[in-house]
């Protein structure tokens, strides 16, 4: 095949809120027979995506927490982390809560909550994993020597884009800004992301930048897809991911996974 290694996003690019679709798995299925392997790369805390691998019958290396570590699914093992730096992290709570916007600081396997809400109720929920509530401010709370993996802010959709701006601005080159979804803005190390994961975890597996795939639907996506060999966006996907795509896809509705390896096992891309 000349694709080796595909790295997709979960959250509305496989994963449309309640479950996978039997075609998308029965393809990832066919792709890992034929010797090919399929990673998740998604936004989430590990303990959350952790749980999910196996129903989709995904290999056991994934990258969680937006491109901050990688791991091995099935144990846990942290095969690389690509932390935030302390003082960097607090100046983003710091941004925050003097806002008054709901923030989260992620860990491994855990998140933290300033105190508990609506939002991150939901949140919770959705993502089958309760967070640590700290009662008080997080950058109060946090201990002296965590560096998180990432920090998250639960944004208005109207306000997301002059956040970002402003955020990029008081921190600088120091980190990656983007967003997951309309409300979540999510800040890692400049060294972390998706596509620095990418390239960490072929380098890791062995397989050349030139063999991997990678597909997705959000901004957050966006430095995976240009990372790797190919980059594919699904239909759903925002504009500005589907511009920077080489491949479009059918949208997560009609399987555009499933079509994407269906093309490569085929030898039509």
Do not use: W
């Amino acid at each position: 095949m000349k694709y080796s290694l595909i790295a997709s996003d979960f959250d509305g690019t496989i994963y449309d809120g309640k479950t996978v679709s039997p075609r998308v798995i029965r393809a990832i299925a066919s792709f890992r027979e034929a010797g090919g392997i399929f990673a998740i790369a998604t936004g989430r805390v590990f303990s959350s995506i952790q749980k999910k691998i196996p129903s989709v019958g995904a290999d056991d290396y994934c990258i969680a927490a937006q491109g901050s570590a990688f791991y091995r699914a099935s144990t846990g093992e942290v095969l690389g982390r690509f932390p935030l730096p302390r003082e960097v992290a607090m100046q983003a709570l710091a941004y925050f809560e003097e806002r008054n916007i709901i923030c989260h600081a992620y860990a491994d396997s855990e998140y933290y909550v300033s105190k508990a809400n609506r939002m991150t109720d939901v949140y919770a929920s959705y993502c089958e994993v309760l967070p640590t509530v700290a009662d008080m401010p997080l950058s109060s709370y946090l201990r002296p020597d965590f560096s998180p993996n990432k920090i998250m802010g639960i944004v208005p959709a109207l306000e997301m884009d002059q956040t970002i701006e402003e955020v990029k601005k008081l921190l600088g080159d120091q980190v990656e800004v983007t967003k997951s979804s309309p409300i979540f803005l999510e800040i890692t190390s400049a060294s972390a992301g998706k596509g620095n994961a990418l390239v960490a975890l072929a380098k890791y597996l062995g397989v050349p930048m030139e063999k991997t795939v990678a597909v997705g639907d959000n901004l957050n996506d966006l430095s995976m897809i240009r990372a790797a060999g190919l980059g594919a966006a699904v239909g759903n996907a925002v504009d500005e991911l589907k511009s920077a795509a080489d491949a479009l896809l059918p949208p997560i509705g009609e399987d555009g996974v499933a079509v994407l390896i269906e093309k490569i096992l085929k030898k039509e891309i």
